[in-house]
């Protein structure tokens, strides 16, 4: 991740983050064989899977609702996701 301009977190080293044109974030966090992409823009999550998939064999496995045993709710009227 750090050559395509990521930025590993010093609080945390599974994750990634990267500070886009727009002031936005996006964050790619990786556990072993696990990942979880967070991003208001999916066309932008998109384009890191794209990219992930050219150098890697990856399986999307779609909106996930846990992670690490956590739960994620996403509060779309905030554009908001809390871990549970």
Do not use: P
């Amino acid at each position: 991740m750090l050559e395509h301009n990521y930025f590993r977190s010093e609080y945390d080293s599974y994750v990634y983050f990267m500070k886009l044109l727009d002031a936005s974030f996006i964050y790619f966090l990786l556990y072993v064989d696990d990942t979880f992409i967070a991003f208001k823009n999916m066309s932008e999550i998109n384009n890191l899977k794209n990219q992930l998939s050219s150098e890697f064999e990856i399986k999307c496995l779609g909106i996930t609702k846990k992670i690490l045993g956590m739960e994620i709710h996403k509060y779309q009227s905030a554009s908001k996701l809390y871990l549970l």
